[in-house]
Protein backbone atom coordinates (compact mmCIF):
# COMPACT_ATOMS: atom_id res chain seq x y z
CA UNK A 1 0.00 0.00 0.00
CA UNK A 2 1.16 3.30 -0.57
CA UNK A 3 0.51 7.02 -1.92
CA UNK A 4 2.02 8.79 -5.10
CA UNK A 5 1.86 12.42 -6.17
CA UNK A 6 -0.24 12.58 -3.10
CA UNK A 7 -2.58 9.80 -4.52
CA UNK A 8 -3.37 6.41 -2.45
CA UNK A 9 -2.94 3.80 -5.23
CA UNK A 10 -5.98 1.07 -5.90
CA UNK A 11 -4.84 -1.21 -3.21
CA UNK A 12 -5.06 1.46 -0.95
CA UNK A 13 -8.33 2.73 -1.57
CA UNK A 14 -9.45 -0.78 -1.69
CA UNK A 15 -8.74 -1.32 1.67
CA UNK A 16 -9.45 2.31 2.84
CA UNK A 17 -13.02 1.46 1.40
CA UNK A 18 -13.31 -1.68 3.58
CA UNK A 19 -12.10 0.09 6.95
CA UNK A 20 -14.74 2.91 5.81
CA UNK A 21 -17.69 0.37 5.28
CA UNK A 22 -16.31 -1.37 8.73
CA UNK A 23 -16.83 1.79 10.21
CA UNK A 24 -20.20 3.01 9.14
CA UNK A 25 -21.27 -0.60 9.60
CA UNK A 26 -20.61 0.20 13.50
CA UNK A 27 -22.36 2.87 13.94
CA UNK A 28 -25.89 3.22 15.58
CA UNK A 29 -28.60 3.78 12.84
CA UNK A 30 -29.23 7.47 13.58
CA UNK A 31 -25.93 8.26 13.33
CA UNK A 32 -26.06 6.77 9.82
CA UNK A 33 -26.22 10.08 7.94
CA UNK A 34 -24.68 11.51 5.28
CA UNK A 35 -23.24 13.79 6.89
CA UNK A 36 -21.63 11.71 9.83
CA UNK A 37 -20.84 9.31 6.98
CA UNK A 38 -19.12 11.81 5.04
CA UNK A 39 -17.38 13.08 8.69
CA UNK A 40 -15.58 9.75 8.95
CA UNK A 41 -14.36 9.16 5.21
CA UNK A 42 -12.70 12.38 5.76
CA UNK A 43 -11.16 11.02 8.96
CA UNK A 44 -10.30 8.17 7.62
CA UNK A 45 -8.15 10.14 4.84
CA UNK A 46 -6.88 12.33 6.91
CA UNK A 47 -5.73 9.32 9.14
CA UNK A 48 -4.30 7.79 6.53
CA UNK A 49 -2.12 10.47 5.43
CA UNK A 50 -1.01 11.75 8.56
CA UNK A 51 -0.48 8.64 10.68
CA UNK A 52 0.23 6.38 7.59
CA UNK A 53 -1.36 3.36 6.19
CA UNK A 54 -1.01 1.03 9.14
CA UNK A 55 -4.52 -1.22 8.51
CA UNK A 56 -4.77 -2.53 12.20
CA UNK A 57 -4.17 1.03 13.60
CA UNK A 58 -6.54 2.95 11.01
CA UNK A 59 -9.10 0.62 11.91
CA UNK A 60 -9.19 1.01 15.44
CA UNK A 61 -9.29 4.67 15.23
CA UNK A 62 -12.30 4.54 12.63
CA UNK A 63 -14.09 2.36 14.83
CA UNK A 64 -13.13 4.85 18.20
CA UNK A 65 -14.67 7.69 15.61
CA UNK A 66 -17.39 5.96 14.84
CA UNK A 67 -18.19 4.94 18.54
CA UNK A 68 -17.86 8.49 19.93
CA UNK A 69 -20.65 10.63 19.96
CA UNK A 70 -18.93 13.34 17.48
CA UNK A 71 -16.30 12.80 15.30
CA UNK A 72 -13.27 14.87 16.47
CA UNK A 73 -10.43 13.29 16.09
CA UNK A 74 -9.73 14.31 12.72
CA UNK A 75 -10.78 18.23 13.79
CA UNK A 76 -7.05 18.34 14.88
CA UNK A 77 -5.18 16.58 12.22
Given at each position: MSTTNGQFDPETLAVLKSIFEEACGSLPLHRRTPEVRSDLAVCILK??????????????????????????????L
Open positions: LAVHCGLDTVRLRRYALLEAASPSLELYRI
